[in-house]
């Protein structure tokens, strides 16, 4: 038969059946229909290949049923490859990204909560201090519904959000909700990034890693724990960044004074300063609850042990005890120019003092020599003419 003139089956010619419809399933379910493995040839071998040479139908039929078998095998071939993928990726388990930004220094979280009421995630308290939303695709969760497929964003009222499982591009739009209800945004945002790996197979718990955390699974609460220990720290860096440049302001008026031995500084700068640190420091321990313990760190060990350990990874402990330090160095430094302002202003009045004494000493000189008293001249003619009675 010659090739160039032969035409595949009529079957492959027609529009597709609801028996043909069937082909968009996956591979290994193709194969468990044994009605359909003969058509299956078609899509398995190559382009050269889908047609061999027939003399009549029943050599047709024959060839198909010689690979029938060979067709098998590559199904085969393929669902294992497709388990050792699978089985890999389980090994190496799942990568969320998590960004952590710094907006603004006051969050409205209940009109945040009313706009975005579809959202909310119900907190685990009453008294809470951030607000969980959850965001996903429908069409992703037909397979099922896992907690590490959607987009989680954590907001805490002090100013920080959280990012789970946000890529780059798509951060910004999220951020946009938030800004909607902040106050006292920042004209540099301060961003942090971390990462969360979901491996199920993992012995333990939880493993630490650079910039990273392994968890058995990721649930909302360890979100709500990760989240809050972020949030605190991308907060407490912007603070401390605060306080660093209130101390090179300071250091620049020490080296002033020792150069020229004067201090210019006006007080209302001064009580400014003073203001500024005494906010930074109330800021960072009422607002942040730096050493607050999160419920869900009380309640469960399993948690306490990341929120430990992310406390320790971000130096948290240490990083207020070298804020405190500055702040007692900004505040020395104040009650120092302090003492220097009264000093001054002491001085001032001490000579004001004198001023004022002096001039009233030389206007009563002034008025006993050029406008004598009454009483003054009464008793100089007395004078004068006692004096002139005595001389007859």
Same mark, same amino acid.
């Given at each position: 038969m010659n090739t160039a003139s032969y035409s595949p089956p009529l079957v492959f010619l027609r529009p597709p059946s609801r028996t043909l419809a069937a082909l968009t399933l996956s591979r290994r379910r193709l194969f468990t229909f044994p009605s359909l493995r003969p058509f299956l040839g078609f899509f398995c071998y190559p382009a050269g290949d889908r047609f061999p040479r027939l003399s009549s139908s029943l050599s047709f039929d024959s060839e198909i049923g010689h690979r029938e078998g060979e067709v098998a095998s590559c199904f085969d071939e393929v669902s294992c490859q497709d388990h050792l993928l699978q089985a890999q990726q389980e090994e190496q388990g799942q990568f969320i990204p998590v960004k952590a930004y710094f907006l603004c220094t006051s969050i409205d979280l209940r009109s945040l909560q009313s706009e975005n009421a579809f959202n909310v995630i119900p907190p685990a308290s009453r008294a809470t201090v951030y607000v969980v939303l959850r965001y996903y695709d429908p069409h992703l969760m037909e397979t099922g519904f896992s907690d590490s497929r959607c987009n989680y964003m954590v907001v805490f009222h002090y100013g920080s959000v959280v990012l789970f499982n946000v890529s780059d591009h798509e951060a910004d739009g999220y951020l946009k909700i938030v800004e909607k209800h902040a106050s006292g945004l920042l004209p540099d945002m301060r961003k942090d990034d971390y990462a969360v790996v979901e491996k199920p197979t993992l012995e333990t718990w939880m493993q630490g890693g650079p910039d990273y955390i392994v968890l058995k699974t990721l649930n909302i609460d360890g979100i709500r724990t990760i989240g809050s220990v972020l949030g605190q720290s991308i907060a407490l860096d912007y603070y401390i960044r605060q306080v660093d440049g209130m101390v090179a302001e300071f250091t620049d008026i020490n080296r002033g004074l020792e150069k020229t031995g004067t201090f210019t500084m006006k007080s209302k700068k001064l009580f400014q300063l003073v203001g500024k640190a005494n906010s930074n420091l109330a800021d960072v321990i009422l607002k942040l609850g730096l050493f607050e313990r999160s419920d869900i760190a009380w309640k469960n060990a399993n948690y306490a042990q990341i929120w430990e350990y992310l406390r320790d990874e971000y130096e948290?402990?240490?990083?207020?005890?070298?804020?405190?330090?500055?702040?007692?160095?900004?505040?020395?430094?104040?009650?120092?120019?302090?003492?220097?302002?009264?000093?001054?202003?002491?001085?001032?009045?001490?000579?004001?003092? &004198?001023?004022? &004494?002096?001039?009233?000493?030389? &206007?009563?000189?002034?008025? &006993?020599?050029?406008?004598?008293?009454?009483?003054?001249?009464?008793?100089?003619?007395?004078?004068?003419?006692?004096?002139?009675?005595?001389?007859?």
């Amino acid at each position: 038969m010659n090739t160039a003139s032969y035409s595949p089956p009529l079957v492959f010619l027609r529009p597709p059946s609801r028996t043909l419809a069937a082909l968009t399933l996956s591979r290994r379910r193709l194969f468990t229909f044994p009605s359909l493995r003969p058509f299956l040839g078609f899509f398995c071998y190559p382009a050269g290949d889908r047609f061999p040479r027939l003399s009549s139908s029943l050599s047709f039929d024959s060839e198909i049923g010689h690979r029938e078998g060979e067709v098998a095998s590559c199904f085969d071939e393929v669902s294992c490859q497709d388990h050792l993928l699978q089985a890999q990726q389980e090994e190496q388990g799942q990568f969320i990204p998590v960004k952590a930004y710094f907006l603004c220094t006051s969050i409205d979280l209940r009109s945040l909560q009313s706009e975005n009421a579809f959202n909310v995630i119900p907190p685990a308290s009453r008294a809470t201090v951030y607000v969980v939303l959850r965001y996903y695709d429908p069409h992703l969760m037909e397979t099922g519904f896992s907690d590490s497929r959607c987009n989680y964003m954590v907001v805490f009222h002090y100013g920080s959000v959280v990012l789970f499982n946000v890529s780059d591009h798509e951060a910004d739009g999220y951020l946009k909700i938030v800004e909607k209800h902040a106050s006292g945004l920042l004209p540099d945002m301060r961003k942090d990034d971390y990462a969360v790996v979901e491996k199920p197979t993992l012995e333990t718990w939880m493993q630490g890693g650079p910039d990273y955390i392994v968890l058995k699974t990721l649930n909302i609460d360890g979100i709500r724990t990760i989240g809050s220990v972020l949030g605190q720290s991308i907060a407490l860096d912007y603070y401390i960044r605060q306080v660093d440049g209130m101390v090179a302001e300071f250091t620049d008026i020490n080296r002033g004074l020792e150069k020229t031995g004067t201090f210019t500084m006006k007080s209302k700068k001064l009580f400014q300063l003073v203001g500024k640190a005494n906010s930074n420091l109330a800021d960072v321990i009422l607002k942040l609850g730096l050493f607050e313990r999160s419920d869900i760190a009380w309640k469960n060990a399993n948690y306490a042990q990341i929120w430990e350990y992310l406390r320790d990874e971000y130096e948290l402990t240490q990083r207020f005890g070298n804020l405190d330090f500055k702040l007692k160095f900004v505040e020395h430094n104040v009650r120092f120019f302090q003492e220097i302002l009264q000093n001054k202003k002491y001085v001032f009045l001490e000579w004001l003092i &004198i001023l004022l &004494i002096t001039v009233e000493i030389l &206007i009563s000189i002034y008025n &006993i020599i050029f406008h004598p008293t009454p009483t003054a001249l009464q008793k100089a003619n007395t004078q004068r003419t006692s004096q002139e009675g005595s001389a007859y």
